[in-house]
């Protein structure tokens, strides 16, 4: 949710509320994934990370280039955005898979994808921590400080190739976001988020707002004004929002909770169908365009996030009825089955 906000706050973009949420929304996917993260065997791991994360990207990729395609074909109406000029053009954005504006000393011209660019990054980036935590597995005594070093390393890497350029698949965030992983998997270890008292979260909460108050992190570059107050605002920050999703929890069985428990366990569907409605759905701009001079731009933000929200909440409610479609998105609840042949 916090990922459609960010998105759909127009002419307050890149101000206090867009950087509070810029902290935190993308680093606190990579915390949870290492919270949650078990060691697999390399080839497990990959084929596990093709099957939940590259599937839905594709499915998601060629979804887009479908209705892009329609929208060429009928030029003159307001609801299909054209976000490619042509089908090559979108192919290309596809396979490089950029979240933001492409750079490097190539000059390549690549149409940024946008946000599933996640999908690819933390592909790798669960790739890379798996690798790391096998490579260290025997060294005893020495295992966290090795891992802390390997982890700082690519987390130092990936900052500065971020200043030079962008690579495919958001390269650049997948070694950046090792230092994520790793603080969610120590978190987990250590079972932190419930032994720090109230004045440890009144320190990562204050933490949390000199990031946001030093001004906007892109998590895809990466890059902001300082990428260590950035990193340790985002782990801040996540921590924040997971213990307070924790204390929501006791209200279990309520219609807000269910809905917000619906919406972390098909947060996969929520953020390809919000990056469908972003790239080639024409709704939100031709909706705010018109209410803007009526009611001013807070409550015309409003409608847009209100209006954003409901298009991700009727796919997070149709999509688990739809054969194919949720077999893509939703392949592990529903995975595709070859049918045997009988002879």
Known sequence: MAVVIGHTLGPYSGKFFGSLIFAFHMPIFFILSGYLFRMHPINQEAKRGAM???????????LILMINTVALALPHQPVLN????NLWQGVQSIVYGAGSLVFNPWHWQIQPIGAIWFLLSMFIAI?????????????????FTVRLFIVCSLTVLGGELGQLVYLPWAFNAALFSQLFLYAGYIVKQTGLIHKMTLPWYL???FMWLVSAFQGYFSLTVPVSPNLLISALGGISGSLCVIRFSSWLSQYQGTMLINLLERYGRLSLVVLCFH?????????????????LPLVGPVVATLISIGYRLAFVTFWVFVIPYLPLLRNCFLPRQYPFRLKKTVN
């Open 52 to 62: 939940n994360l590259l599937l839905p990207y594709l499915a998601t990729g060629v």
């Open 82 to 85: 054209k976000y490619f000029l």
């Open 127 to 143: 790739q890379l921590f798996n690798g790391v935590m096998h490579l260290t597995v025997n060294l005893n005594r020495w295992q």
């Open 203 to 205: 320190l990562l909460a």
């Open 275 to 291: 990056l469908i409605d972003l790239d080639v759905i024409g709704v939100e701009p031709w909706v705010f365009a018109r209410v």
